[in-house]
RNA sequence: UCCUCGAUAGCUCAAUGGUAGAGCACUCGGCUGUUAACCGAGUGGUUGCUGGUUCGAGCCCAGCUCGGGGAGCCA
């Protein structure tokens, strides 16, 4: 007796043909009549369910057929050829112990149901088609990320969660505090005395890990960070959310053009890597979430990626036919439907926008020659709008100092940042990856929270 | 945070200001190859919350809560 799981069964079925085997698994859903009947098998290793015959002779016969979806089995029995037309094999049970009973009142239907329902439960809803493959995929994203990095060389950081300074601005910051907020500690003059806090300092949860990363980069060479970010900005759109997580390499000795280079080969590896090890997931995808996914995502794996410059791209955009709601303006920052419009109607393929106005960027941002705009990229994609953005950073120790002054940020704060350009200084690129919004771009997913398991947003933290 | 649309049975949705309905799910019965199985019968409602208008409100008005779409912020 071969105790095995389903995705082998599909994977080596000449294997298994005609040998007795056993499987485990969760009931999907029930067909029965008098003597005979049929149950959808998922054990969760797989994308696909394995059809199981159960006949009357079985004497347990008349429990299963009452069974309620989701009750959990192992059934022993013969892989044979299916009659049916919908699957090649099915398992012809010979034996089904119940390892654990469900109830009538199971939420998920056999029918479809909303995404906006499904969020409400969050704890069962990767029961369903749809979150099993995106969770699949997005586990095999993860690990194709890495792979990637690490077949390069590239080490992996892991920068804290808790964060000390506002790294960069980028957003605001959950609070980290152990302080009684109904009776804090005050100093003479009224204000919260945070020397008296866990730190002895104010904290909060980092909105970036780079900042941080640069540091090894100028020890490492090529590195990158892989985890968690939270923003606490009120944002209520498809693509945010407060917890995040976020993937951002960093290479010494690389300009803008090579940062530029090495997201478009990282981004290929991924969609290559998906479709290579997830076809089933993929099909689905492509089948009943976007019915244009694969040729989207052929288009971007087999193509180079457009390069214009933000100043090109005003012009792009003034010589549209288009009529923006926003104005198209040198020195103002594209909008949505500026960016759409690039990437979706104008390239119709994934652009990089680079050299931005510097006052519309970071402050670490390298100033570039024309002292007017700075070595920064976003990459737009079709469908996602920005899905990475980088630049290559200010390693000249006087021009990120004034940058800093000139934006009023406390010098005191970036001390061991300045540093870095102070001992061996070198120039050096990086960006940020959001990470759901490359599995939203992956998928076809149109809803973040639906691309990240508890997802937390703004008013909702449930599960 | 702003604009906009919405909230009715477990789910997906109907219902001129005048008796709250359907499909699916669920329960029972039938069915010897099903594929969202099929056929018959049945159960199921404080119409999101609070207040108002009216002889009468699921429907009209106000506020609130939550959700969708769009925008801002960004990844």
């Keep these: 007796m071969l105790k095995t799981n389903i995705k082998e069964i599909y994977r080596e079925t000449d294997r298994f043909m005609n040998q007795k085997i056993v499987v485990s698994g969760w009931v999907r859903t029930i067909r029965s009549s008098k003597a005979f009947g049929f149950i959808e098998l998922n054990d969760g290793t797989f994308f696909k369910n394995l059809q199981i015959v159960f006949e009357d002779k079985l004497k347990n016969f008349q429990e299963i057929a009452k069974l309620n979806i989701s009750s959990a089995l192992t059934v022993e029995g013969t892989l044979v050829e299916s009659p049916g037309s919908n699957q090649a094999f099915e398992l012809k049970a010979e034996k089904i112990i119940i390892e654990g009973t469900s109830t009538p009142d199971y939420p998920l239907q056999k029918k479809r149901h909303t995404f906006e329902y499904l969020r409400t439960i969050a704890h069962l809803r990767p029961r369903t088609n749809t979150f099993s493959a995106v969770f699949r995929v997005r586990s095999l994203a993860a690990y194709a990320i890495h792979k990637f990095f690490q077949e390069k060389g590239f080490v992996y950081v892991h ?77 209520n759109t498809a693509r945010h959310a407060a ?20 997201a478009e080969e990282m981004l290929k590896y991924i969609i290559n890597y998906v479709f290579e090890n997830a076809p089933e997931e993929m099909d689905f995808f492509n089948k009943f979430i976007d019915k244009g996914l694969f040729e989207r995502l052929e288009n971007v794996a087999n193509s180079s990626f457009e390069h214009v410059s933000y100043t090109e791209a005003i012009e792009i955009l003034q010589n549209s036919k288009e009529s923006f709601d926003y104005p198209v303006k040198w020195g103002l920052d594209l909008q949505t439907e500026h960016e759409r419009y690039l990437t979706e109607k104008y ?70 940042y300045l540093e870095l350009r102070k001992y061996g200084g070198v120039k050096h690129s990086g960006f940020g990856l959001g990470f759901e919004r490359a599995i939203m771009y992956l998928t076809g997913m149109s809803n973040i929270r639906d691309v990240i398991a508890f997802p937390r947003t703004a008013k909702n933290a449930d599960f």
């Design 159 to 235: 920068t804290p969660i808790i964060t000390g300074s506002d790294a960069e601005g980028a957003g605001e910051m959950f609070r980290v505090t152990t302080l009684d907020l109904e009776n804090p500690p005050r100093k003479e003059d009224g204000t919260i005395d945070f020397s008296k806090d866990f730190f002895g300092k104010e904290t909060n949860l980092t909105v970036s890990g780079q900042l941080n990363v640069e540091t090894y980069c100028m020890a490492f060479k090529n590195v990158y960070t892989f985890g968690p970010t939270f923003r606490a900005e009120n944002s």
């Design 243 to 262: 917890e995040f997580w976020m993937i951002e390499p960093e290479m010494a000795f690389a300009d803008l053009r090579d940062n530029m280079d090495l």
């Design 347 to 416: 390239f119709k393929k994934p652009v990089f926008v680079t050299d931005y106005p510097k006052d519309i960027k970071a402050f670490y941002m390298r100033l570039n020659d024309d002292e007017k705009t700075v070595a920064a990229m976003d990459l737009l994609v079709p469908g996602v709008g920005e899905i990475i953005g980088g630049s290559q950073r200010e390693e000249r120790y006087d021009r990120l100092e004034q940058r800093i002054k000139e934006l009023n940020l406390n010098m005191q704060d970036y001390w061991w």
